[in-house]
Structure formats: structure tokens, C-alpha cells
């Protein structure tokens, strides 16, 4: 059975961090890029950051350039996003998402990010 279960949400202060774990199961990881994406209320779902199956290539959108970090551990079937300096407008669920030669997908459940004071 294909999992991708998100952990490490919760309340941070603006200004404040939080690392977001995501545990794949029941695929091939390593063969897999992984992204992080994230919905606010009343918004569309937005891309965040991506890796490659080998970790080797990152990319991030605009809005959290500079500040996020994607990472991931094949040995542990783990992606990471390390997220510094949030800010009120990062409140949202966040979720990871696996893709296969551009057909194959899975989504996690998604973690709550509230940033406030």
C-alpha cells in the first residue's frame, strides 16, 4: 500500500522554523522525485519545492527562496522541508507528492502550518 504521510506542522511565531518530514512507503523511492506543495484557505494548491530521485536537483518557487530547503534521505525513504523565517502568509497545509516519469503520482494528507503570533 502507497503512503506518504507528512509529520512537523503546528503554531510557529512569524519569524520562527519548522522542519516538515514526509514518510514514503509501498513505492520505489529512490526512483521517485518528491516535491512539497501547499494550500491556504480559499487558494490554490502552489508548488513549493522540488528534488530529484537522487537528490541531486532542487528547485524552489519565489515565495520561499532563500528560506525554505528541500532535502531527502533514500536510505530512510524521508523527504524534508526545512522552513526558516515563516512568515503569516506560509499558514496553510502543507503536502509532499511523489512522481514517476511524469504519470505515476501519490499525495500525502498534509500537515497544518499556522504562523502567528
Known amino acids: 500500500q502507497v503512503q506518504l504521510v507528512e509529520s512537523g506542522g503546528g503554531l510557529v511565531q512569524p519569524g520562527g522554523s519548522l522542519r516538515l518530514s514526509c514518510a514514503a512507503s509501498?513505492?520505489?523511492?529512490?526512483?521517485?522525485?518528491m516535491s512539497w506543495y501547499r494550500q491556504a484557505p480559499g487558494k490554490e494548491r502552489e508548488l513549493l519545492a522540488s528534488i530529484g530521485s537522487g537528490g541531486g536537483s532542487t528547485s524552489y518557487a519565489d515565495p520561499v527562496k532563500g528560506r525554505f530547503t528541500i532535502s531527502r534521505d533514500n536510505a530512510k525513504n524521508m523527504v524534508y522541508l526545512q522552513m526558516n523565517s515563516l512568515k503569516a502568509e506560509d499558514t496553510a497545509v502543507y503536502y509532499c507528492?511523489?512522481?514517476?516519469?511524469?504519470?505515476?503520482?501519490?499525495w500525502g494528507q498534509g500537515t497544518q502550518v499556522t504562523v502567528s503570533s
Open positions: 509501498g513505492f520505489t523511492f529512490s526512483r521517485y522525485a
Open positions: 507528492r511523489g512522481t514517476y516519469g511524469g504519470v505515476v503520482e501519490y
